[in-house]
């Protein structure tokens, strides 16, 4: 089974930026779509990107614009760009591997 590593989590100021990736033990070169999910304090876990084995990219709106999710199958990695950071972007993202291979989660905070 793929067991999914994240890193790039921090303390960021409101307009700032962070970059995430998420190492998988296997390849996911078959992989037909890899994503990220957020989940704030007392809040519900929500869809934040995809990506497909081919490229094609989908986000949430309120990611849209200032988030980039990519994908290197050579490297078996998915990163997420998070650009122009806003306080209501303060979660834990999961990297996610369907069906129901999720990463432990690193924590993003964004405040002055």
């Known amino acids: 089974q793929v067991q999914l590593v994240e890193s790039g989590g921090g303390l960021v100021r409101p307009g700032g930026s962070l970059n995430h990736s998420c190492a998988a033990s296997?390849?996911?070169?078959?992989?037909?779509?890899m994503g990220w999910h957020r989940q704030g304090s007392g809040k519900q876990r929500e869809w934040v990107a995809t990506?497909?084995?081919?490229?094609?990219?989908a986000y949430a709106d309120s990611a849209k614009g200032r988030f980039t999710i990519s994908r290197d199958n050579a490297q078996n990695t998915v990163f997420l760009q998070m650009n122009s950071l806003k306080p209501e972007d303060t979660a834990v993202y999961y990297c996610?591997?369907?069906?129901?291979?999720w990463g432990r989660g690193t924590l993003v905070t964004v405040s002055s």
């Open positions: 990506i497909t084995r081919a490229g094609s990219t």
């Open positions: 996610y591997l369907p069906p129901g291979i």
């Open positions: 296997g390849s996911i070169s078959s992989a037909n779509f």
